[in-house]
């Protein structure tokens, strides 16, 4: 138990469907992000909020769309998604926004018909 | 951002001592060397995080030279449990941290 709690674990949806997962962390912080893990793959670093505002968005496509509405929820809604973006999709936080420790969620495995 | 460079994958034997080393000739003075471990189909978590010398908590240490180019982690008597990609990360208060290949470390009886 990290602190981060990510639903659905499991996400299955069709390209034209519209899905959001949702994060919450009950750890006081400032800084939440959203990394995206495909197979075999490094995490990619998708979105950074501090303080609910968005300070980073790192060539995302539009059809990942974030939302943090306080400093304890984000969200990533999701449309028209294609069969690549298949991937665990890894909610984190930390204190403030960089080098401290990051907490991450268990993640929301997405899979894309 | 620093960039890190680290092995791509280990081999051990349960009982053994482990020590991974990361590479960051571009370290700034402001940056932190943080590990993180992960299992498949979870998130990472975070090991230890360190500025410079050592630094020692119930799971690992973490060495760092004077010149902090580069660090080394150790795993005290691994076991098949540790089995894990391990993720060397630099940076300072400011940034979020960058994620590379990890170290596949894979423990065997």
């Known amino acids: 138990e990290t602190g981060v709690t990510q639903t659905p674990r499991h996400l299955v949806m069709g390209m034209t469907n519209k899905k959001s997962l949702k994060c919450e962390q009950h750890?006081?912080?400032?800084?939440m992000y959203w990394y995206k893990q495909s197979a075999k793959k490094p995490l990619e670093l998708m979105f950074v909020?501090?303080?609910?505002?968005?300070?980073e968005n790192n060539s995302v496509p539009s059809r990942f769309s974030p939302e943090c509405p306080n400093s304890s929820h984000l969200f990533l809604h999701l449309h028209t998604l294609q069969p690549e973006d298949s991937a665990l999709y890894l909610c984190?936080?930390?204190?403030?926004?960089?080098?401290?420790?990051?907490?991450f969620g268990e993640g929301s495995w997405l899979t894309v018909v | 951002l620093a960039k890190t460079t680290q092995p791509i994958s280990m081999d051990s034997y349960e009982g053994q001592e482990v020590n991974i080393t990361c590479s960051h000739n571009?370290?700034?003075?402001?940056?932190?060397i943080t590990w993180y471990q992960q299992f498949p189909s979870q998130g990472p978590r975070f090991i230890i995080q360190g500025y410079k010398t050592k630094v020692t908590n119930e799971v690992a240490s973490l060495f760092i030279p004077a010149d902090r180019k580069s660090s080394t982690l150790s795993l005290p008597r691994v076991s098949l449990s540790d089995t894990a990609v391990y993720y060397c990360?630099?940076?300072?208060?400011?940034?979020?941290?960058?994620f590379g290949k990890g170290t596949t470390l894979s423990v065997s009886s």
């Open positions: 909020y501090s303080l609910e505002e968005r300070v």
């Open positions: 990360l630099v940076g300072d208060m400011g940034t979020a941290l960058i």
């Open positions: 984190a936080s930390s204190q403030d926004r960089g080098g401290n420790t990051i907490y």
């Open positions: 750890l006081g912080h400032n800084a």
């Open positions: 571009n370290i700034a003075t402001n940056d932190y």
